[in-house]
């Protein structure tokens, strides 16, 4: 389910999620991770597998595809919240429809055991408890000494067993196999 990988990097352990459902859904979750992990500052060390979803909020779109990863990062989490925001630009990310289509979506839902809310960001993630596309992802990568650990499992499990939002695995992935980090 999860792919190991080992940690050079040191730093704070981030957990994200990531969602498309516009274009080629898998590759451009592909190019983000490895996007993600080619940066000096961000290493990916766990990767979910992939989960088709229907949509949440705005419903007349494509069902996504959503994963996480947990990275570690000498980030600080604005910084690396803005990393994210950046790869989505790049990645042909536009904000015009709140919750709607998008080529990619890469939300902070952890840093470390940092609680924050500001007008940038909020940690933990304010709705990922809510959101099965969310949470049954970020369960199958969050490491096992997690505080939340025990919370995030027992909530995807529950949305798994009721069916909730339309989720579905559709894929396990090994996309960082012979991958090593590329940052010095």
Do not use: C
């Amino acid at each position: 389910m999860e792919q190991l990988l080992p940690s050079n990097l040191g730093g704070f352990t981030a957990y994200i999620a990531l969602g498309s459902n516009m274009g080629d859904r898998e590759e451009l979750l592909r190019q983000a991770v490895e996007r993600l992990n080619e940066r000096g500052d961000i290493e990916v060390l766990r990767i979910s597998s992939l989960y088709e979803t229907d949509p949440v909020g705005f419903t007349d779109q494509p069902a996504f595809l959503n994963m996480a990863i947990a990275v570690q990062t000498t980030l600080d989490p604005i910084a690396l919240l803005r990393v994210q925001l950046e790869e989505e630009r790049l990645l042909g990310r536009v904000r015009d429809i709140r919750w709607g289509p998008r080529t990619i979506d890469l939300d902070l839902l952890l840093y470390d055991n940092v609680t924050m809310d500001g007008a940038e960001l909020t940690l933990p993630h304010p709705r990922m408890m809510e959101r099965a596309f969310v949470l049954v992802p970020l369960s199958d990568v969050i490491a096992g000494d997690h505080p939340l650990r025990n919370s995030v499992s027992t909530a995807a499990a529950a949305a798994l067993q009721e069916g909730k939002e339309g989720i579905a695995l559709w894929k396990t992935i090994n996309w960082l196999s012979g991958y090593g980090h590329s940052g010095s």
